[in-house]
């Protein structure tokens, strides 16, 4: 069973007009950013409306994130502690890139989200999953891989800065923090990479290097998934578009570095003319700007015209 028929049997017996006013509501409160002093999941309603709007652009992300890792030098990973991790989104994006996990622990605070996640997975070939009720604070489970996605804007700076801790001292081999693709997300991810680093830790992706971030200053940092939606989706988050594209920023830090020589990292869509292709590229020097890849130059060409918005380049063998 795929998240998305998942989802379609847990909503199929609510009335899509009040998941969709559950959407608005939740929509508007997401925008606001600001730290929630009571959870915004508060009812069973909010929590399967969150879940059919939110679950496939989280799950697409993460997916993103942990490729692009991959491919960087990240190894097998055997367990994932996923910190305010909600009805587990984060959990069917690790499943999907490392089938065998020994066990993935969503760890969150909304016992209903709790709920939902489980029955979600029900019937679906997913590795084992502990569905642990948990609050800021306490205590984290080790785990190869510890995620904190769309978690940071509802809490305070100094909560954004001890979870990342948290996350840290529990992980063993990769954290992951995911945030949403604007620049107030890409500040939340820069204090995070900062506090990853003051740790000694090492960037793995999407950065090529632990120097400043070159788009601090006047861009921001991210990337794009693209999301195709089911006929809930639509009914509950309007619009008619068979997809959407998710954006985010995201930082992905290991202990120390793994993998051979980073590679730069395409932080804009690729531009495709005739000849071609124009590279917007962060590179392991701390620099960014373009590049550009003519079709005089054969082999490497050929590679850049399959290139997409955050891989890496030149591509790993
Ligand atoms: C926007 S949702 C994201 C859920 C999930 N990580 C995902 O990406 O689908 C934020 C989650 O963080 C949880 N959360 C917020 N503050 C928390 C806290 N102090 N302790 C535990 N969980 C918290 C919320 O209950 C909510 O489920």
Request: charge should be neutral.
């Amino acid at each position: 069973m795929t998240l998305r028929e998942a989802l379609e049997r847990e909503a199929s017996g609510t009335s899509t007009v009040a998941l969709a006013a559950a959407v608005e509501r939740l929509i508007g409160r997401y925008r606001a950013v600001a730290p929630a002093r009571d959870p915004i999941l508060a009812r069973p309603a909010d929590v399967l409306a969150y879940a059919t709007y939110r679950m496939p652009a989280t799950y697409a992300a993460v997916q993103h994130a942990l490729t692009q890792a991959v491919a960087a030098g990240l190894g097998s990973i055997s367990t994932v502690a996923d910190l305010g991790g909600g009805t587990g989104a984060t959990a069917w994006a690790a499943a999907q890139i490392w089938p065998s996990l020994d066990r993935v622990t969503v760890l969150e605070q909304v016992p209903e989200a709790l709920d939902l996640g489980r029955r979600l997975v029900s019937g679906a070939d997913l590795p084992p999953i502990t569905w642990t009720r948990w609050r800021l604070g306490e205590p984290v489970p080790e785990a190869d891989l510890v995620t904190v996605s769309y978690v940071l804007s509802e809490l305070t700076a100094q909560q954004q800065a001890d979870v990342v801790a948290r996350a840290q001292t529990s992980a063993r081999r990769a954290v992951l923090v995911i945030e949403p693709g604007t620049p107030d997300g890409h500040r939340r991810i820069l204090a995070a990479r900062s506090a990853l680093l003051d740790l000694g830790w090492t960037p793995l992706a999407p950065c090529p290097h632990a120097l400043a971030c070159p788009l601090a200053e006047r861009d921001w940092c991210h990337f794009s998934a693209r999301v195709n939606r089911s006929a809930l989706h639509r009914k509950v988050k309007g619009g008619e578009l068979s997809h959407e594209d998710e954006k985010f920023s995201y930082i992905l830090a290991v202990p120390s570095a793994v993998g051979g020589e980073p590679a730069a990292r395409v932080v804009r869509h690729p531009q495709k003319r005739k000849g071609l292709v124009e590279l917007q590229l962060c590179r392991p020097d701390g620099s960014a700007g373009r590049e550009i890849v003519s079709k005089r130059q054969g082999p490497a060409y050929k590679a850049a015209r399959d290139l997409e918005w955050g891989d890496a380049w030149p591509p790993a063998d």
